[in-house]
């Protein structure tokens, strides 16, 4: 019921920037929480930035001060803006969102993942 569809990953060498952007479709009736995640080769999946409905933020303590997490609840897009990229940064990277969303009949939680997209930096 509820798509999402990444886009904004790519190369790009150590220092440079990146946005990324995950736009949710279907039968949303509300969005709550917002987040992107990782996952290197060899490694688990572990969170990066999330965003509550309210608008607060947490960040791995890795991109703190270098990633910014933000939303536009009117196109239901949450986007990451990477700055001062690092080659330690490189993954691939997946957005999810969390809300409920409305079948026609009757609503219902959902919590979807993006397709993934990747990101790497150059040394």
């Known amino acids: 019921q509820v798509q999402l569809v990444e886009s904004g990953g790519g190369l790009v060498q150590a220092g440079g920037s990146l946005r990324l952007s995950c736009a949710a479709s279907?039968?949303?009736?509300?969005?709550?929480?917002m987040g992107w995640y990782r996952q290197a080769p060899g490694k688990q999946r572990e969170l990066v930035a999330a965003?509550?409905?309210?608008?607060?933020?947490n960040y791995a303590d890795s991109v703190k001060g270098r990633f910014t997490i933000s939303r536009d609840n009117a196109k239901n897009t949450v986007y990451l803006q990477m700055n001062s990229l690092k080659p330690e940064d490189t993954a691939v990277y997946y957005c999810?969102?969390?809300?409920?969303?409305?079948?026609?009949?009757?609503?219902?939680?959902?919590?979807?993942w993006g397709q993934g997209t990747q990101v790497t930096v150059s040394s």
């Open positions: 279907g039968s949303i009736f509300s969005i709550n929480a």
């Open positions: 999810n969102i969390l809300g409920t969303y409305y079948s026609g009949s009757y609503y219902d939680t959902f919590g979807s």
């Open positions: 965003i509550t409905s309210g608008g607060s933020t």
